[in-house]
């Protein structure tokens, strides 16, 4: 059975890692040469990570799994068959598993901002700290990847950090206990916390607020939400907010998956995060139904481990404190232990591929 993985990443490279040596035949279709490892992207921008703890080349990855690597972008579906760049690839099954982009909803001056949700952006912010040693840096947006950045900024640098939300705490989407862990942790940092401040700008050197007030800044770095790519976009496929509608097989037609942050996956009324956890779940479990249909069985229903009413998260603090989460329960270790628990998990995951 030929299956086209769209993407790389955590997901699609995962799928692949687990479903081979086995009776699938892989076309991988990922433009870069390496998987990437988001997770870590905060600790290589505060210097922490090295390039290679949070990179795999796909090469040795390919030749190893008998996977054919297109090093292209997929730009559409046309039947049973994927439309890249410059090849076609025919398939049984396909599996998209292409991310999400950083959302900027409409806010002007996005161009003077760094953004670190790839690892180009990541590199290019990390440039501009080492070179123009920034003073006042502010973090727009507080969820796992703004707190993340902002406590080990604070902990590697001499500069003033601030971290701005628009909602009434940091994490909103984490329970009000997780929260009040979280802030009283950033404030021990000596991250300054504004609440329920709406950014409207981004100027070369200053921020500008809803309510017509501004903060000096030599550096803004945008954390603040994802979207679908143009590619999931423009998928005649069912959706839901833009993302790809699957079912409980994670399957958005009869043979055409999604899994992970481009997937939108509700079962039993319960919705995924958009997590590597997850979707390190989700390649796992699709893994298995592509072997399952393979050897004509039944495929297996997916259940969702970390949901938006039950989160599960490990959040890193500087590399000295880290919060656990799973559901309504968590725990606040300001000790390396938590955090060495994250960052060895972390660095696991990219060595599985090398
Ligand atoms: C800074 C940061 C920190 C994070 N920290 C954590 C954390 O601590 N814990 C956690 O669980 N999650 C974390 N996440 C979220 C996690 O990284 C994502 O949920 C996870 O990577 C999603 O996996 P994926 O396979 O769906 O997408 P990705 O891992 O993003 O992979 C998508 C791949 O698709 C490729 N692609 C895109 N478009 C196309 C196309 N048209 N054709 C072919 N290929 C394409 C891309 O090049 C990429 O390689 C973090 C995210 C960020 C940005």
Redesign the pocket.
């Known amino acids: 059975m030929k299956v086209a993985v ?7 490279a995962e799928l692949i890692r687990v479903a081979t040596p086995g009776p699938l035949k892989f076309t991988l ?4 040469r390496q ?5 870590l ?2 600790e290589y921008l505060g210097g922490v990570a090295r390039l290679q703890e949070l990179t795999a080349p796909l090469k040795p990855f390919c030749e190893r799994t008998g996977t054919v690597h297109v090093q ?4 559409r579906l046309e039947g049973n068959t994927v439309v ?1 760049e410059k090849s076609r690839v025919p398939f049984d099954c396909a599996v998209i ?4 982009e950083q959302n900027y909803f409409g806010i002007k001056g996005v161009e003077n901002s760094f953004s ?2 790839t690892l180009e952006e ?1 590199k290019k912010a990390r440039r501009f700290v080492e070179d123009m040693n920034p003073e006042r840096i502010m973090i727009m947006g507080s969820g ?2 703004g707190v ?2 902002a406590s080990i900024l604070a902990e590697s640098l001499d500069a003033s950090i601030y971290i701005i939300e628009a909602r009434e705490r940091v994490l909103p989407l984490f329970s009000p206990q997780t929260s009040a862990l979280v802030e009283k942790a950033l404030s021990k940092k000596g991250v300054n916390i504004l609440t329920s401040t709406m950014v409207c700008e981004i100027k070369k050197d200053c921020i500008m607020f809803a309510d017509g007030t501004c903060l000096d800044c030599d550096m803004a770095i945008w ?1 603040a939400g994802v979207k679908p ?1 143009k ?1 999931v976009q423009d998928l005649d496929l069912p959706k839901k907010n833009g993302w790809i509608l699957v079912d409980e097989f994670l399957r958005a037609r009869d043979n055409i998956f999604a ?4 997937a939108w996956i509700e079962i039993d009324g319960r919705l995924a995060t ?6 390190e779940r989700h ?1 796992k479990h699709v893994a298995e139904n592509l072997v399952r249909l393979a050897e004509g069985r039944a495929m297996e229903k997916y259940a969702i481990r970390a949901s938006t009413d039950n989160q599960v ?4 603090l500087g590399s000295d404190c880290a919060v656990g989460v799973v559901g309504k329960m968590c725990i606040g270790a300001p000790t390396r232990l938590i955090y060495s628990l ?1 960052s060895w998990i ?1 660095k696991s995951f990219i060595k599985r591929f090398k």
Do not use: H, R, W
């Open positions: 769209i993407g790389g990443g955590v997901g699609g279709i990922e433009p870069k998987i990437e490892m988001q997770a992207y905060p292209e972008k997929a730009l890249c598993a292409t991310g999400a670190i949700n990541t796992l990847t993340e950045a954390t790519s590619f899994i992970g942050d481009a958009k997590t590597g956890l997850e979707a390649a998260a490990l959040i890193s994250k972390d």
